[in-house]
């Protein structure tokens, strides 16, 4: 689930508190081409209003007509398809020829919504059942962090909460607009910072503080293909500690802060530890997109527009900053 979609959550809740009735779809298949992603979430309240989308906006229209003129307003949910047809893909602004499938269901007392609105904004993952033929949904802990959607004939298992982890090292300024940006991006931010007078000055409220040392702090998460780690220190003794690790881990990236003269110095130190040339080399240093960042804020957008990329398979040119040098 991304950050769009825990808004959506809120909202919904919001308007239940308030007394509407709201029906709330989920996508659960796409072919060819689709807008928005499988998983992505659409509250549509009893007056037409819309939280969320699935599509470019015709599909939003249609549940909104649909809502105000009382469906689904049972307990059970439906599965609904759009752009079964070339014809209707094209009257529901479905690109090349793509269709959707949805899971829409009245929310009520019966849907534990409140209950994963909570779990989300403590920062937990989630797996919800929900079972088609009474709209009862229960909750467990997610096992592991891969994201889960499946549809069956009798029930929608999906997974909910963050499945991307940043781990940070260093409490800086840098670090700061690194956490409140990936945060918006929903990863779970982990920063490392052992020194007390770093430490005493984070703010950034939902982005978790350790004092432990950085290498055993890396040891400890267990990094997986869902991580992405980053130092910021600007101190070898904390930033190559957890290189260390960080490169012999399954970790999607690892980059560190710095000049290239800086960097080039670092590569050699990491050699002469027990680092293969291939773990080195996996090293994003200078860290972030070659976009001309210079402030704490635009470096941050340098960085984790470059995690964005490492995580959908596209290959960009790494930047030197001289703000990092």
């Known amino acids: 689930m ?5 808004d959506v959550l809120r909202r919904l809740v919001q308007w239940r508190q308030e007394g509407r009735k709201v029906v709330l779809g989920t996508v659960t298949r796409t072919w060819g081409s689709a807008p928005r992603p499988i998983g992505a979430m659409v509250a549509v309240r009893d007056d037409g209003a819309i939280a969320g989308s699935v599509s470019g906006g015709c599909i939003e229209d249609d549940l909104s007509d649909k809502v105000r003129a009382g469906a689904w307003s049972g307990l059970a949910p439906s599965v609904v398809r759009y752009g079964v047809s070339a014809e209707e893909a094209n009257r529901f602004g479905l690109p090349c020829g793509g269709t959707l499938e949805l899971v829409l269901e009245p929310v009520g007392t019966q849907s534990g919504v409140d209950d994963l ?41 999906s997974t909910h909460g963050p499945s991307w982890r940043l781990l940070i090292i260093g409490a800086g300024q840098l670090s700061q607009y690194l956490a409140q940006m990936a945060l918006a991006l929903d990863y779970e931010v982990i920063v490392c910072d052992p020194r007390e007078e770093y430490g005493q000055g984070w703010e950034v409220q939902g982005a978790r503080l350790v004092t432990t040392m950085p290498d055993d702090t890396v040891l400890e998460m267990r990094p997986d293909r869902h991580t992405a780690i980053v130092a910021l220190t600007h101190d070898p003794k904390l930033d190559d500690l957890a290189l260390l690790e960080a490169l012999k881990s399954d970790a999607f990236y690892v980059g560190a802060i710095g000049s290239r003269a800086n960097q080039k110095k670092r590569r050699e130190r990491l050699v002469e530890f027990d680092l293969t040339p291939e773990d080195v080399a ?23 527009a470059h995690m964005t990329a490492e995580r ?3 290959r960009t040119l790494e930047f030197e900053n001289t703000a990092s040098a």
């Open 282 to 304: 996996r090293l994003h240093g200078p860290v972030g997109l070659r976009i001309g960042a210079r402030t704490p804020p635009e470096i941050a957008v340098a960085i984790l």
């Open 117 to 157: 609105l909570a779990e989300l904004s403590a920062g937990r993952r989630v797996l919800r059942r929900l079972d088609l033929s009474t709209g009862k949904a229960t909750l467990e802990a997610a096992s592991d962090r891969a994201d889960t959607l499946v549809l069956t004939d009798t029930e929608l298992v």
């Open 2 to 6: 991304d950050n769009v979609d825990l």
């Open 312 to 314: 959908y398979g596209y």
